[in-house]
């Protein structure tokens, strides 16, 4: 479901975008625009802008009209906004960086240019106090929503691959002794000597041990 947040403003009175990131960065915020504008009436009547918040990108959907537009669909606001002319609305769903960053962006406009910030959807004025709030409580839930490994599997990941590591080495050992063997009974052969009958059949049963292994292996579990 979607919602809005609308600020109203004096149209002469938008700060321009390094402004605003800078009174945002003020704040102690670590937020930046990505889109290349110079002040909010300069874009588009419906339009995105890119943000990075905390490392990570958003697309926040903006919708610029006269206030006259808006106040025809909120027309008991007209009392309030007398000294207001222009409304930004911001479109945002359940995310909860958008929405800390649509906050974020509010603040910097509060504090630049003395924007009323309305909820529309509840139809209430929104505090400075109120959109802070709500800022550390979306970055919370983000935090805590957001997956980590726990340490338990990395620790028994980093087991299984030394395990895998050794069982490797031991196979690689193995692949030399019977080679080795092999050899050693091809040249006990050569010389037709009586020797070749022992390590033959140490190399036979090697093979069959390793054969068996090797089924067992194959063998589906049940």
């Excluded at 943000?51 to 959907?61: A, D, H, T």
């Excluded at 980590?148 to 193995?174: H, T």
Aim: proline content about 3%; aromatic content about 10%; some cysteine.
């Amino acid at each position: 479901m979607s919602m809005s947040l609308i600020n109203f403003v004096q149209k002469n009175k938008l700060p321009t975008k390094i402004e605003l990131e800078n009174r945002i960065k003020e704040l102690g915020y670590d937020f930046k625009f990505l889109t290349d504008f110079d002040t909010f009436d300069n874009l588009n009547k419906i339009d995105t802008i890119d943000c990075l918040l905390n490392g990570n990108k958003i697309f926040v959907e903006i919708y610029l009209n006269p206030i006259t537009e808006i106040l025809s669909d909120f027309p008991n606001l007209k009392k309030d906004l007398s000294d207001k002319n222009f409304g930004i609305s911001f479109s945002f769903g359940s995310e909860e960086l958008v929405c800390a960053c649509i906050n974020i962006i509010s603040i910097g406009l509060m504090d630049l240019s003395q924007s009323i910030v309305f909820y529309a959807d509840d139809e209430v004025f929104c505090t400075r106090k109120m959109l802070i709030d709500d800022i550390e409580a979306f970055l919370d839930h983000n935090i805590e929503g957001t997956y980590s490994i726990p340490e338990e599997a990395i620790e028994e990941n980093l087991r299984f691959d030394e395990l895998k590591k050794k069982e490797k080495k031991i196979k690689n050992v193995k692949t030399v002794i019977l080679w080795g063997l092999l050899f050693f009974v091809i040249i006990l052969m050569k010389r037709k000597s009586i020797y070749w009958i022992i390590p033959s059949i140490l190399l036979v049963l090697v093979l069959i041990k390793s054969q068996i292994n090797l089924q067992k292996k194959r063998k589906p579990r049940r």
